[in-house]
């Protein structure tokens, strides 16, 4: 009996150590993207900072570290979605009170430090030092954030400011367009979750249960034909 539970406990334990091996793993990519930063400023003039460096572009390379990125990719597309009614609303608000649409932007990316606020400031001090034309810095504002929904925006938008159509009801309607596809966007991740638990369930868990399950039998056939 001693013989049955060691093996089962030593079987659970590899089940838990594959789960723990594989977060740490996340977390230790998480934990070498932020160092970059500080490795580019520092030039990497040391040799063992260039062994960091050279360490770092492997682990990005590895099943784990484009796993981590396609990963920081959808959240930050996520975060995009989520924060651009709010962008909306505060344009078509600061126009209403008689800004342009210029100085609407700029209050967005002045009172709010979320990474859509960041892109956008980006973008807004290039057309404003006159290196690009606003339709220009809009189209590349448009192609580096990516969504549907701001792209949708921005050719709105153009449009708009072309013909001298009023934009106050057009960019308040926007809002809540692209706030109802962000809500159905996350509806239809939570619709799919059970679907993406069946990969680890079926992975780490059911062998786990079999082996509690069947391994005692198992153990007592091998010992009666022994």
């Not at 520092?42 to 484009?66: E, N, T, W, Y």
């Not at 009614?85 to 700029?106: K, N």
């Not at 367009?177 to 992975?203: D, F, H, I, N, W």
Request: proline share 4%; hydrophobic share 50%; net charge positive.
């Amino acid at each position: 009996m001693g013989l049955k539970m060691t093996l089962v406990v030593a079987m659970l334990g590899i089940a838990v150590m594959a789960v723990l091996l594989s977060n740490s793993a996340l977390l230790a990519f998480e934990k070498a993207r932020l160092q970059r930063a500080s490795l580019r400023r520092l030039g990497a003039a040391d040799p063992k900072l260039q062994v960091g460096s050279h360490l770092l572009r492997l682990l990005k390379l590895s099943p784990f570290g484009m796993l981590a990125k396609k990963r920081e990719e959808k959240m930050l597309t996520a975060s995009y979605e989520r924060d651009l009614p709010a962008c909306l609303e505060v344009i078509a608000l600061g126009m209403q009170s008689g800004m342009a649409f210029d100085q609407a932007f700029a209050l967005y990316t002045e009172r709010f430090e979320t990474a859509l606020a960041i892109c956008c400031r980006e973008s807004l001090t290039v057309w404003q030092k006159g290196l690009k034309s606003r339709d220009e810095g809009m189209r590349d504002l448009t192609e580096r954030i990516g969504t549907p929904a701001f792209r949708h925006f921005s050719s709105s938008v153009s449009r708009a400011m072309r013909f001298g159509a009023p934009m106050t009801q057009l960019l308040m309607g926007l809002a809540q367009e692209a706030r109802k596809e962000y809500r159905a966007s996350r509806q239809e991740l939570v619709a799919k979750a059970p679907v993406k638990m069946l990969l680890p369930t079926g992975v780490l868990i059911l062998p786990a249960m079999l082996l509690l399950v069947m391994g005692p039998i198992v153990l007592d056939l091998l010992q009666k034909m022994g």
